[in-house]
């Protein structure tokens, strides 16, 4: 068998499956997330969750042609709604995980760690530094800032996945007025039809002057040192809030020009991504994202795993 990361995950084994790839093709073709950088363009049938194919479908403007494999099971990897982590049955299982987080958060439950021969797991926080607190210490916090700051508030998060989760713990901490900003605005539609979830947000392009009057817009994190949103500060006075697990150290906040961060991540942090490690329990883990070197170093270290990182291009043989 042999797994090479160049776009996405190729792993070669008796058929070929590409995990995550914009262009290449397999024999069987995995998505695990609707995310952009995960997302398949051709128009071939994919391995992903009834969600995930909705989700991309929607964000693409075309049918994502949704298939199933007898060799491949899914499993919810906590990251986004539908996303998938996947198990690929054959001589020697692998696991690969996509984007994943253990952790329960807001509305979306954590993934639960299955067995598997061989490992592929990402390790976006895969260095020590990158320890979060209690998801419960994290959402009250959140919730607290929102409730007891008098101003109004820009929330900046990815417009899928991470600004509906700031939005339901604003819906909960208060009834003040909640704005969505366009591209929010969009996601929400598309998770409200395909996932029965609700949001209070109305679009901020009709409802501006709200901000005036102590409004809540949640706007994507890309927007957050733009023109329009210095104005709106200038104006309104409000105070910007930027959530990442990247708020971990404090150069997200000044790169991203936030008043306040907080760790609201959709990935594992460390001790989380040592703990999926362990449970899977595989044979050979492969690293990928983030802190790969380091992360694979630390599992070989400390805790005794044939790790290694999966670097671009860089094919590996695994010999059993
Ligand atoms: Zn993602």
Partial sequence: MKITEKDGIHIQGEEKV??????????????????????????????????????????????????????????????????????????????YTGDVSLRDRVYLDGFNPVSADILVVESTYGIPAYRFPEQRVIENRIKDFIQNEGSPLILFGYSLGKAQKIQKLAEQATERPILAHGSVKNMNDVVEESAEKEFRAIPYGENKELMEDNGILVAPSNTSQSDWVEKLVDKTGAVKAGFSGWATTDSFKYRGGYDETFQLSDHCDFDGLVKLVEEVDPEKVYVQHGFDEEFASYLKREKGFNARALKQNQSSLTDF
């Fill in 18 to 95: 590409v995990a995550d790839s914009r262009n290449s093709q397999g024999d069987i073709n995995l998505v695990s997330h609707a995310h952009f950088d995960h997302m398949h363009l051709s128009d071939s049938e994919v391995v992903c969750s009834e969600l995930t194919a909705k989700l991309a479908g929607a964000r693409a403007g075309k049918e994502v042609k949704r298939t199933e494999h007898d060799r491949v099971e899914l499993y919810n990897s906590g990251h986004i709604l539908g996303s998938s982590a996947a198990k690929i049955k054959g001589e020697k299982s692998v696991l």
